[in-house]
């Protein structure tokens, strides 16, 4: 299927290949500074391992829950200058601090060759540290998301040290899924150096490849019950149908619903409720899922089988809004969105009076980003589909549709990557 980008008349998309500022000192400082002001009051804790004596240029690797993980950021590294992978909703309406920042756009789950030149050029001309994001959205169940192939790949070839973030309790404490509601939860952050530049040049990718993915591997709801934190906000189940979309009585998809701190099914009525540790419990009958990311990768495995069997297929309706630039999110109208093992996403509309095209195949995306209540547009769930130059929103017409759809496009990639010829 052919690729017909939007036709914006004029319109030129944001350049993110221009090469990163070097972050000015009084920024530094700023950011340092301010991020501090911004905890008072939020009880956190912050564990540096490994780091004696450790100055940059290094890499950072965070894990990504919500916005507090930038102002912990601040705070482990200053007073060193940071120069972070931001994605293009990032510079809404502020691109020009972003850059003075020493931010780096990037679009999510797009091949960008220009960023390995701005990652080099800040950690061995400036001699920074280079913070990335590798999971590219906010965890959805508190338990690492997938990470790119291309990491460990670009750590051997900087040949620098490798420094992880890891952060607990950000999740508990502002969930993806109803982040306008935090509760009451001290935070605990480890900064840990995992690779020393002589490790990084002496082992082979698979290695670092295997130190990464143990470094960033967390379970917040296990993490919660182990430290004894009791979540006692009579709201905190409200919102978790968006990741729990799937009933395991009776297998009903998109019918969860949730209020106060119960989950219920609106096809067959079964309710859970979850306690204060995060734990969920059955009101009757077997209590399926105790874990709540054990019910979230039981809904990955339906999904994959459905692809192995043949029977997965997705198309809806959907409202688009883009961001070609960062000034502005156009509305672009109804469009037709459909996912499928032979031709990934297609998102086909029309705008300014000619057609468009967006082909995704299953091969060029290892992830989709979901929002589930997005601050810029409307409070409703949403999927970026991005390509070099755009990236465009878009709010399907059926409910509770895009964890469902995350995670097929990340089976379909793994499946047609093991086994492209015989997936059907």
């Known amino acids: 299927m052919e690729n017909i980008p939007v036709c914006y008349d004029g319109v030129k998309a944001y350049d993110t290949s221009r090469p990163p500022l070097r972050q000015p000192l009084p920024f530094t400082w700023i950011l340092g500074l301010g991020s501090r002001l911004m905890m008072l009051g939020q009880p956190y804790r912050l564990e540096k391992i490994r780091m004696e004596g450790l100055k940059p240029p290094y890499i950072l690797l965070s894990n990504h829950m919500y916005f507090v993980d930038f102002y912990l950021q601040f705070i482990a590294t200053f007073p060193h200058r940071v120069n972070t992978i931001a994605t293009i909703d990032g510079y809404y309406r502020r691109p ?21 030149r701005s990652v080099r050029k800040v950690l061995h001309q400036y001699g920074d540290i280079l913070c990335m994001y590798p999971e590219a959205r906010y965890s959805p169940a508190g338990t690492t998301a997938i990470l790119p192939d291309s990491l460990a790949k670009l750590v051997k070839l900087q040949k620098v040290p490798v420094v992880v973030l890891l952060h607990h309790g950000n999740y508990l404490h502002t969930p993806f899924w109803n982040y306008r509601q935090p509760r009451k939860v001290p935070l605990y952050t480890t900064m840990t150096q995992v690779l020393t530049a002589q490790e990084v040049q002496e082992k082979s990718v698979g290695e670092i490849a295997a130190i990464l993915r143990q470094a960033l591997d967390y379970d917040e709801y296990r993490w919660q019950r182990e430290q004894g934190i009791r979540i006692t906000e009579p709201f905190r189940a409200e919102g978790l149908h968006k990741i729990l ?47 709540i990311p054990d019910w979230f990768q039981w809904e990955r495995s339906q999904v994959r089988a459905q692809l192995e069997a043949g029977t997965y297929q997705f198309a809806d309706d959907v409202e688009v809004y883009s961001l070609v630039e960062p000034w502005k999110f156009r509305k672009l109208g109804m469009a037709r969105l459909t996912h499928d093992a032979e031709n990934g996403l297609v998102l086909q509309g029309s705008y300014n009076g000619r057609d468009y095209c967006i082909c995704r195949p299953p091969l ?16 409703e769930d949403c999927v970026d589909i991005s390509t070099e130059d755009d990236s465009l929103y878009c709010y399907p017409v059926r ?22 010829a015989t997936l059907p």
């Open 96 to 116: 020009f601090l972003m850059e003075w920042l020493g931010c780096m756009c990037k679009r999510k789950f797009t091949t960008d060759v220009s960023l390995v």
């Open 245 to 291: 979309y799937q009933c395991p009585h009776c297998g009903a998809e998109s019918r969860m619903e949730s209020k106060g701190a119960r989950l219920t099914c609106a096809a067959c009525g079964k309710t859970w409720e979850m306690d204060e540790l995060g734990q969920l419990r059955a009101l009757d009958g077997e209590t399926e899922f105790p874990h």
């Open 364 to 379: 060029s995306m290892y992830g989709l980003h979901v929002e589930y209540d997005y601050c810029y547009l409307r409070p």
């Open 399 to 420: 409910p509770n549709v895009v964890t469902k759809l995350s995670f097929a496009v990340e089976e379909l990639y793994k499946l047609k990557k093991k086994r492209p």
